[in-house]
């Protein structure tokens, strides 16, 4: 096998991110959010156990997120830095 290319550790990198990914999105499954509708605000905060846990459940959906964003542009990365390589090599 040759040495490896700036893409394929850019695609390491990004699975990496997406298995974060995908492990946040089971353990958000579990909390609640800070998203709800205002009929419900007297119920929720009546509770400090599901103020809690939707404290809890908010920061989660921030590393869900910012997770997704960097599978995202590191994806993005990787096929320009393929496509830059094949372009080089057949002088495009």
């Known amino acids: 096998m040759k040495a490896f290319h700036i893409e394929?550790?850019?695609?390491?990198v990004a699975m990496s991110f997406y298995f974060v990914l995908l492990v946040l999105i089971n353990i958000?499954?579990?909390?609640?959010?800070?998203?709800?509708?205002e009929e419900e605000a007297s119920t929720i905060f009546a509770?400090?156990?599901n103020v809690a846990d939707r404290i809890l459940g908010s920061k989660i959906v921030?590393?869900?997120e910012q997770s997704m964003v960097a599978v995202t542009w590191l994806v993005k990365l990787c096929i320009w830095f393929f496509l830059k390589r094949?372009?080089?090599k057949y002088k495009c």
């Open 8 to 12: 394929d550790i850019c695609m390491l």
């Open 28 to 37: 958000s499954a579990h909390y609640a959010t800070n998203l709800y509708p």
């Open 47 to 49: 509770d400090p156990r």
């Open 62 to 64: 921030v590393g869900l």
């Open 86 to 88: 094949v372009c080089l």
